[in-house]
């Protein structure tokens, strides 16, 4: 009876093992979340992705059970894709202060871009690039250009060469390559740039011209530079120099069915476009810099930035320069043109707004852009991976970013609306994350806050 007793109490002992408390983890947790899979353009329902050391970790239709989560950002009825680069971006240079290039970099952020191209480099931009990959710096991902490659900064072969050298031993990401270089400096630049294993992008050069532009493979054109005195009859026998601003001036002389030719030259020679359409249809458009001051976001740009950028515009649109609101409509309508067969026979698009030329304000003015690409016939999805997939192919960086995908670095959008419905939808924005970090919308606007009061001062 005394065994029996002790065996009974011995297997109730063993019966009642200790429940486990739940495991609390400092993962980061997107719960119930729509992903936009911006490749095919379907979206997964009802998922919950977790971010660990600025990674997506995992992703899975299956919440764990066992699993405490710290922070956990609610996604019900959201939509997450990968967050956007802005593939022709200007960083500011000294004698800028930190509090401005800290903002600029803010303001990108604050629109969902994640990555931003920097298209006027300077020495000052190689030392931030590594500051924002080691987090000390708040910022999207940055890639550099070279300082200005121009006809004043390399005015023969030599020069090309030597600079083409400098900036590949340097660090820099690629070259930038401003109107005025004369083509032997322009081939000899090429070849340096092929020897050395650095590429190349940015606008054509007159004396160069687009077909041999294509030809010796540029990385991307920027602003369809180029395209349109690409399709001027040679019999009409123009002064190449007298193209006026990217080809307005023989606008009247276009031959659209040259269009493909073009486009397949851009395909055959695998060159990205950049359109930056934004500038043509802001900058150098039939709009009055009144109506375009009013637009909200001036209030992030300082007082004497605003100012400058109101001269400059009427001094671009004035009517003694021969701008006029007819050509400018179909110069529009050209481009237009351009744009749409470009992205539907030609190598890639890429998204790019030259922020912050006139009337561009980081990050905001990629919206601008994204409307322009989507009156020229651009679908949402096309214009997403414009922006995502896109840039991470153009960077051979597919297995770094541009989706959300296990493994892949954690630059993420949460949008309240479906981008691939209305792409508008990327206005909507309840956060974004930026390498693993966190920032939700009242965090974005209260820091927009402070930059408005300091523009002011």
Same mark, same amino acid.
């Given at each position: 009876?005394?065994?029996?007793?002790?065996?009974?109490?011995?297997?109730?002992?063993? #019966?009642?093992?200790?429940?486990?408390?739940?495991?609390?983890?400092?993962?980061?947790?997107?719960?119930?979340?729509? @992903?936009?899979?911006?490749?095919?353009?379907? !979206?997964?329902?009802?998922?919950?992705?977790?971010?660990?050391?600025?990674?997506?970790?995992? @992703?899975?239709?299956?919440?764990?059970?066992?699993?405490?989560?710290?922070?956990?950002?609610?996604?019900?009825?959201?939509?997450?894709?990968?967050?956007?680069?802005?593939?022709?971006?200007?960083?500011?240079?000294?004698?800028?202060?930190?509090?401005?290039?800290?903002?600029?970099?803010?303001?990108?952020?604050?629109?969902?871009?994640?990555?931003?191209?920097?298209?006027?480099?300077?020495?000052?931009?190689? /030392?931030?690039?590594?500051?924002?990959?080691?987090?000390?710096?708040?910022?999207?991902?940055?890639?550099?250009?070279?300082?200005?490659?121009?006809?004043?900064?390399?005015?023969?072969?030599?020069? &090309?060469?030597?600079?083409?050298?400098?900036?590949?031993?340097?660090?820099?990401?690629?070259?930038?390559?401003?109107?005025?270089?004369?083509?032997?400096?322009? +081939?000899?630049?090429?070849?340096?740039?092929?020897?050395?294993?650095?590429?190349?992008?940015?606008?054509?050069?007159?004396?160069?011209?687009?077909?041999? &532009?294509?030809?010796?493979?540029?990385?991307?054109?920027?602003?369809? +530079?180029?395209?349109?005195?690409?399709?001027?009859?040679?019999?009409?026998?123009?002064?190449?120099?007298?193209?006026?601003?990217?080809?307005?001036?023989?606008?009247?002389?276009? +031959? /659209?069915?040259?269009?493909?030719?073009?486009?397949?030259?851009?395909?055959?020679?695998?060159?990205?476009?950049?359109?930056?359409?934004?500038?043509?249809?802001?900058? $150098?458009?039939?709009?009055?810099?009144?109506?375009?001051?009013?637009?909200?976001?001036?209030?992030?740009?300082?007082?004497?930035?605003?100012?400058?950028?109101?001269?400059?515009?009427?001094?671009?649109?004035?009517?003694?320069?021969? $701008?006029?609101?007819?050509?400018?409509?179909? $110069?529009?309508?050209?481009?237009?043109?351009?744009?749409?067969?470009?992205?539907?026979?030609?190598? #890639?698009?890429?998204?790019?707004?030259? &922020?912050?030329?006139?009337?561009? !304000?980081?990050?905001?003015?990629?919206?601008?852009?994204?409307?322009?690409?989507?009156?020229?016939?651009?679908?949402?999805?096309?214009?997403?991976?414009?922006?995502?997939?896109?840039?991470?192919?153009?960077?051979?960086?597919?297995?770094? $970013?541009?989706?959300?995908?296990?493994?892949?670095?954690?630059?993420?959008?949460?949008?309240?609306?479906?981008?691939?419905?209305?792409?508008?939808?990327?206005?909507?924005?309840?956060?974004?994350?930026?390498?693993?970090?966190?920032?939700?919308?009242?965090? @974005?606007?209260?820091?927009?806050?402070?930059?408005?009061?300091?523009?002011?001062?």
């Amino acid at each position: 009876m005394r065994f029996t007793i002790i065996l009974s109490l011995t297997l109730l002992v063993l #019966g009642c093992k200790p429940v486990e408390e739940p495991k609390v983890t400092d993962t980061v947790l997107f719960s119930d979340v729509s @992903i936009v899979d911006v490749s095919n353009g379907s !979206v997964s329902e009802h998922q919950y992705v977790e971010i660990d050391s600025g990674k997506i970790s995992r @992703i899975t239709s299956q919440l764990a059970a066992d699993v405490t989560y710290k922070t956990i950002i609610d996604g019900q009825g959201m939509f997450l894709l990968p967050g956007l680069a802005e593939m022709h971006a200007h960083i500011p240079s000294p004698p800028v202060t930190k509090e401005t290039l800290e903002e600029t970099l803010f303001l990108y952020l604050s629109n969902g871009i994640t990555t931003i191209r920097g298209m006027l480099g300077h020495p000052s931009h190689l /030392e931030l690039k590594k500051l924002v990959s080691q987090g000390e710096v708040l910022g999207p991902r940055i890639y550099t250009s070279s300082p200005s490659l121009n006809g004043n900064t390399v005015s023969t072969p030599e020069e &090309a060469q030597s600079k083409v050298e400098q900036y590949k031993k340097e660090g820099y990401d690629f070259l930038k390559i401003h109107p005025g270089i004369k083509r032997p400096v322009f +081939d000899a630049l090429v070849a340096k740039a092929k020897e050395v294993g650095i590429p190349f992008a940015g606008h054509v050069p007159v004396d160069v011209g687009i077909r041999h &532009a294509l030809q010796s493979g540029y990385a991307s054109i920027d602003h369809v +530079d180029g395209f349109l005195e690409g399709l001027v009859p040679e019999n009409k026998a123009v002064n190449p120099e007298s193209n006026g601003f990217f080809g307005y001036n023989f606008t009247p002389l276009v +031959d /659209e069915s040259l269009i493909p030719t073009l486009v397949e030259e851009a395909s055959v020679n695998k060159v990205w476009i950049v359109p930056t359409q934004s500038l043509f249809e802001r900058w $150098f458009a039939p709009v009055s810099a009144d109506s375009l001051l009013n637009d909200p976001e001036m209030i992030y740009m300082p007082v004497n930035t605003l100012s400058n950028w109101k001269n400059r515009k009427e001094q671009s649109t004035d009517q003694s320069t021969g $701008f006029n609101k007819e050509q400018w409509n179909e $110069f529009h309508q050209i481009r237009q043109q351009l744009i749409r067969a470009l992205n539907e026979g030609g190598h #890639g698009m890429l998204l790019g707004s030259d &922020a912050p030329q006139l009337f561009n !304000v980081p990050g905001f003015s990629i919206h601008h852009e994204i409307a322009g690409m989507e009156a020229a016939g651009m679908s949402p999805l096309d214009i997403l991976q414009s922006g995502t997939v896109n840039p991470a192919i153009f960077f051979g960086e597919e297995d770094s $970013f541009g989706q959300v995908k296990e493994g892949l670095s954690a630059d993420l959008l949460l949008l309240r609306t479906n981008p691939l419905e209305d792409i508008q939808a990327l206005k909507q924005l309840a956060g974004v994350m930026v390498k693993g970090q966190w920032l939700d919308k009242n965090t @974005i606007d209260n820091k927009l806050k402070v930059i408005a009061s300091h523009a002011r001062e």
